[in-house]
């Protein structure tokens, strides 16, 4: 390899406006909102399981990054 420069792949660096869970919600609502205009189907079941896969990432987010919540103290 004499003089052959290979160029590196640089990641697209945005700064996001809108946090994780707000992104989310907003994807399970278009989603919602594409499979009540589509007829009954494949397309529309998959628009459904988008949404509520969004909902669900959103709810596991919130229990991971909840403030840990100290349990009963158990009494022998």
Known sequence: MDDVE???????????TMSL?????????EARDLAK???PGIEQ???????????AIVELDR??????RSSPTRRS
């Not at 290979?6 to 996001?16: A, L």
């Not at 869970?21 to 609502?29: D, I, K, N, V, W």
């Not at 079941?45 to 909902?55: S, V």
């Open 37 to 39: 205009r589509l007829p």
């Open 21 to 29: 869970g707000e992104r989310l919600m907003q994807t399970a609502r």
């Open 45 to 55: 079941a998959r628009q459904l399981r988008r949404a509520r896969e969004a909902e």
């Open 6 to 16: 290979i160029e590196k792949k640089r990641r697209r660096r945005v700064k996001q």
């Open 63 to 68: 229990f991971l990054t909840a403030p840990a």
